[in-house]
T-cell receptor, first 115, second 111 residues
């Protein structure tokens, strides 16, 4: 079956612009996660959705970052007034949320470059 | 706050060697632990998941162990192959949702 998909695979933008990154989870997975990975480091948690609601957004670095999942499937990560420090790979994961066996499956990521 | 450390940061071995990658964590109250593989420029592929009640999991040439009391996990790779070259990441699930990752071990297996 289809895995987690993310679009675009690469995004280049200028400082100060607005960007949207999309994640399409595995069909039927109720839990969805966003992570950010800087070069040479492990991913860092940003936000977690259970269904349509953000159950934990403690990893969002500031109020320029926002994410939605209006119908409990596809999610969009939105970044306003982008800064060069936002450059990273943004990873999305989903799980079936069969607690506690919620193995997470990752998408290929979106590489964001802010010039 | 959970902290995850992976040692070594990089490892180069000749083909055919058995090797061990280490992961240590500070908070032993975990739900599960996942080992991932990441190829350059790619996403993460889940290799093994160990529940908190388990001590090890095996998949093919891979064996992962978990010792919660000491805050350690190891990933054992038998008979390494050049195709095993990748970054291996250890991740801890403490609260049933988000993962806390280590910095990874970059493995190079030379033919």
């Amino acid at each position: 079956g289809a895995g987690v998909s993310q679009t675009p695979s690469n995004k280049v933008t200028e400082k100060g612009k607005y960007v949207e990154l999309r994640c399409d989870p595995i069909s039927g997975h109720t839990a969805l996660y966003w992570y950010r990975q800087s070069l040479g480091q492990g991913p860092e948690f940003l936000i977690y959705f259970q269904g349509t609601g953000a159950a934990d957004d403690s990893g969002l670095p500031n109020d320029r970052f926002f994410a939605v999942r209006p119908e409990g499937s596809v999610s969009t990560l939105k970044i306003q007034r982008t800064e060069r420090g936002d450059s990273a790979v943004y990873l999305c994961a989903s799980s079936a949320r069969v607690f506690p066996y919620n193995e997470q499956f990752f998408g290929p990521g979106t590489r964001l470059t802010v010039l | 706050k959970q902290e995850v450390t992976q040692i070594p940061a990089a490892l180069s071995v000749p083909e055919g060697e058995n090797l061990v990658l280490n992961c240590s964590f500070t908070d032993s109250a975990i739900y599960n632990l996942q080992w991932f593989r990441q190829d350059p420029g790619k996403g993460l592929t889940s290799l093994l998941l160990i529940q908190s009640s388990q001590r090890e999991q095996t998949s093919g040439r891979l064996n992962a162990s978990l010792d919660k009391s000491s805050g350690r996990s190891t990933l054992y790779i038998a008979a390494s192959q050049p195709g095993d070259s990748a970054t291996y990441l250890c991740a801890i699930n403490n609260a049933g949702n988000m993962l806390t990752f280590g910095g990874g071990t970059r493995l190079m297996v030379k033919p």
